[in-house]
């Protein structure tokens, strides 16, 4: 069985096209030019701000038959708001801004939103965070599911490395999302492979950990080392400097594909960023190659 039969391409379409989110008329027609391929089965996009935007995407998936995550982190933080506050004011503040764009994600064709925890803390305050969190994602789950059925996503970042986000290593993301699934079983974990490397976890260790509640997985390389300039989740290409090489997002795909009872798939993108419009089809092209070498291996 090749890893292909259980995971499915997504594009993360906020990162390879990057220079064009302030353009959402041009960002549309160009998707349409690379979805000819065929290759991919979701998008992942931020938040369209215009109707005409969401109408866009709405149609452009239906074309091309794929699913669509919204991500509405820059939307947070735009509004510096915050799913992990322990201000009770904050969290409400961001229910009501993560309802709105659920309605948007609906609007636009969307199955799925996904966030961050946000900044971590510290450690005295990480209960209270924990409770705020747990209290936000079920009630904001409730609004998804009664808005179409859709799914939260949870995406766990580092803690005490580049982006030190409150979750955070994965066994306590586990742990809440054991908790939130009691009663809200549509929220899941996007993994991804740079924050847990940053954590100085094992990537595969993590994933057999998190395979249960995961609902999509990111391969995104990092620079570990923390005395190099480059240290940190800046959305680089895959491979040296790097520590995501072919084998190691292969390792990473194999485990899952293995783990994955009969009739499962989960979709599996490359995070890598565009950061201006010359390269990025170049980029798109590139991510393709490394992620179909992926999808074609055996899984042993």
Known sequence: MKVAEKLTPALLVSESFFPLLVDEPRLIRTLEQVLESGFYTRL???????????????????????????????????????????????????IAKMKELVEIAAASGADRIAFISCKDPGPALR????????EVMCTVADAAQTAGGLTLLL?????????????????????????????????????????????????VESLTLALPYIGQIHLANAVLDRDDPLFGDWHMAMGEPG???????????????????EGKRLGITIESRSHTEDVMLENEAKNRAFLSAVLNREVI
């Not at 072919?246 to 990473?252: K, L």
């Open 127 to 134: 209960g209270e965070a924990a409770k705020g969190l747990t």
């Open 44 to 94: 992942e996009i931020s938040a369209m701000k215009t109707p005409e935007g969401q109408q866009g995407l709405r149609r452009l998936a239906e074309r091309f038959d794929l699913k669509v995550t919204q991500w509405i982190t820059n939307d947070l933080n735009e509004n510096s708001l915050n799913p992990s506050a322990v201000d009770a004011a904050l969290r409400r503040r961001t």
């Open 243 to 261: 520590f995501l090489t072919q084998d190691v997002a292969y390792a990473i795909a194999n485990r899952a594909a293995g783990w994955l009872p």
């Open 155 to 203: 995406e766990p970042l580092d803690r005490g490395a580049h982006k030190d986000n409150f979750i955070g290593p994965t066994d306590e993301a586990v742990e809440i999302l054991k908790t939130v699934h009691q009663t809200n079983p549509n929220v899941l974990l996007s993994w991804d492979s740079a924050h847990v490397a940053l954590n100085r976890e094992d990537v």
